[in-house]
T-cell receptor, first 112, second 115 residues
Framework: AQSVTQLDSHVSVSEGTPVLLRCNYS??????LFWYVQHPNKGLQLLLK??????LVKGINGFEAEFKKSETSFHLTKPSAHMSDAAEYFC??????????FGAGTRLFVKA | GAGVSQSPSNKVTEKGKDVELRCDPI?????LYWYRQSLGQGLEFLIY????????KSGLPSDRFSAERTGGSVSTLTIQRTQQEDSAVYLC?????????????FGPGTRLTVT
């Protein structure tokens, strides 16, 4: 069975401060993990993905995520938030032959 | 190249009417997914097609919902006797093949409003 839990429904940061969006997963198989971003009234865009290569994955717009098997986590981080980062972020787990599971989403607010 | 396209982009319908939503996946992608996203909510899985295999319909919320995929390409999601709770954005995504490591590419969605 697979599941994914995004630990925060909302995160609020000030512009220029670090961002941490938390994600825990469970999977009976070696999972692939993804982060997607959805800006208001826009489609879903892939930020980054982990597919059993390097555990630290770099994505677009300065985001990165680290796969920690021992903690079953795949947290998304960015050193310095920008106003344009305000959006909804989804953590996703997928394994071959299984449907993809989306987390409930974390809405990121960035204050000036 | 062309991405996933969906039509219509917006659909307003009266309660009780049937609607059809269309998805054109990226050419060559064998896997196709339908999701529903209600206002302020995450993505709810509806149905999954993979090649010629039987679709995974486990996410369809009721028998009013059905979907088909013709020729392994275009897919149509049909909602019969629409209800107000069906109002949502319906998203389609395709993936090159059924390998977990491949990401899904999403269409822009169809916003359905049932009045």
């Amino acid at each position: 069975a697979q599941s994914v839990t995004q630990l925060d429904s909302h995160v609020s940061v000030s512009e220029g401060t670090p961002v941490l969006l938390r994600c825990n997963y469970s999977s009976s198989y070696s999972p692939s993990l993804f982060w997607y971003v959805q800006h208001p009234n826009k489609g879903l865009q892939l930020l980054l993905k982990y597919t059993s290569a390097a555990t630290l994955v770099k994505g677009i717009n300065g985001f990165e995520a680290e796969f920690k098997k021992s903690e079953t986590s795949f947290h998304l981080t960015k050193p310095s938030a920008h106003m344009s980062d305000a959006a909804e972020y989804f953590c996703v787990v997928s394994s071959t032959g299984f449907k993809t599971i989306f987390g409930a989403g974390t809405r990121l607010f960035v204050k000036a | 190249g062309a991405g996933v396209s969906q039509s219509p982009s917006n659909k307003v319908t009266e309660k009780g009417k049937d609607v059809e939503l269309r998805c054109d996946p990226i050419s060559g992608h064998t896997a196709l997914y339908w999701y529903r996203q209600s206002l302020g909510q995450g993505l709810e899985f509806l149905i999954y097609f993979q090649g010629n295999s039987a679709p995974d319909k486990s996410g369809l919320p009721s028998d009013r919902f059905s979907a088909e995929r013709t020729g392994g390409s275009v897919s149509t999601l049909t909602i019969q006797r629409t209800q107000q709770e069906d109002s949502a954005v319906y998203l389609c995504a395709s993936r090159i093949r059924d390998r977990g490591s491949y990401e899904q590419y999403f269409g822009p969605g169809t916003r359905l409003t049932v009045t």
